[in-house]
């Protein structure tokens, strides 16, 4: 049994493989392939993308789609082992991952950090303990990685610019009044990496830079593959030759639970904002985001609804990949 935690055990091939039964679901969308089979979505965050994309590709393929959201509407569940109980939890993970994967044919989580202690949440610990006692597939719908969001923006890069081999992407944060999720952030850097991309990471300081994990799995990544992977805190420099601009807001790991020192450091960068002059540094850059963006804080309104922008077709190709994976895992090609 095969889980889709992350992207960094799954081979190039093995990826490339999904997203070339994304386009084949994109052209045919609707097939009994997974008549009769069940998935359950656990969401411990919001969301309206990974939602409706899960949910109504579950059902193109014949597939049911329960949303279960712990705290609301289903009980709160406690994650430590050898926890006391004593507390607002009323079941344990351990059950509930079983008891899911009785009725079900997929677990999918999305399970944000706690933004109170990085070095506790770079754990991952609910969706590690989702895998652990399910008897069936998890996927992950977004912790401190997002790797649907990767397949996503992947498809939508070679729809566009063919093989990503050698092409320019840089990641550059944005300011946000909300300390973010670094999770689309260290995806961003996986999958270019992965797929031979040069990529640049452009943020504010050095305290902005991602968990060193990622850094090193990019750097490994990018060695393989033929790609490179810098870090720089030079907005002209970065955006000079880029041909794929990927935004992304997130909160220093360096101020996890002192959000209130980092916001007056945050604020010092609202001019990395992606706008059409940076724009106008590049060849003709694509631009992108994962969404949802707020326009005129993270990217400006000429550039979000400029023939540039794919972030529409980024978002589409979730429910295209999502697919994909579910075929992937549930009706595994013999
Ligand atoms: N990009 C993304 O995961 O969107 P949602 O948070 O709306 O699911």
Redesign the pocket.
């Known amino acids: 049994m095969r889980h889709f935690l992350t992207t960094e055990n799954w081979s190039r091939t093995e990826l490339e493989a999904l997203l070339d039964d994304a386009r084949r679901l994109k052209r045919t969308p609707r097939s009994r392939d997974l008549e009769g089979r069940s998935i359950a979505l656990v969401f411990f965050?919001?969301?309206?993308?990974?939602?409706t994309s899960f949910e109504i590709g579950a059902a193109d393929l014949g597939a049911h789609a329960v949303v279960l959201e712990p705290g609301r509407g289903a009980w709160p569940i406690a994650f430590e082992p050898g926890v006391v109980m004593d507390g607002e939890e009323e079941e344990h993970v351990t059950e509930v991952a079983r008891v899911l994967s009785r009725y079900a044919d997929l677990i999918a989580v999305?399970a944000f950090p706690k933004f109170r202690d990085w070095s506790v949440d770079r754990e991952d610990r609910v969706i590690k303990a989702f895998a652990a006692h399910a008897t069936v597939p998890v996927i992950n719908?977004?912790t401190i990685t997002?790797p649907?969001?990767e397949l996503a923006l992947m498809l939508a890069i070679q729809e566009r610019l063919g093989a990503p081999d050698k092409k320019r992407f840089v990641l550059t944060w944005t300011y946000h009044p909300k300390p973010l999720n670094t999770a689309?952030a260290n995806s961003a850097l996986l999958i270019a990496t992965k797929f031979g991309m040069d990529v640049t990471l452009l943020c504010p300081t050095p305290e902005y830079v991602l968990d060193a994990r990622y850094l090193e799995a990019g750097r490994a990544a990018a060695a393989a593959s033929g790609g490179s992977l810098t870090v720089s805190h030079d907005i002209e420099a970065s955006y000079r030759g880029a041909d794929v601009v990927y935004a992304k807001s997130w909160g220093a790991l360096p101020y996890f639970g002192r959000w209130e020192e980092e916001l007056p450091i945050r604020q010092q960068y609202r001019h990395f904002m992606v706008d059409e002059a940076k724009m106008a540094l590049t060849p003709n850059a694509l631009f992108s985001h994962?969404?949802?963006v707020r326009r005129n804080v993270k990217v400006t309104d000429g550039v979000l609804d400029s023939p540039a922008s794919m972030a529409i077709d980024e978002?589409e190709n979730?429910l295209h990949v999502q697919k994909a994976i579910l075929l992937a895992l549930l009706a595994p090609q013999p």
């Open positions: 965050n919001p969301s309206l993308r990974t939602r999305r719908m977004e997002h649907c969001q689309v994962c969404l949802p978002a979730r």
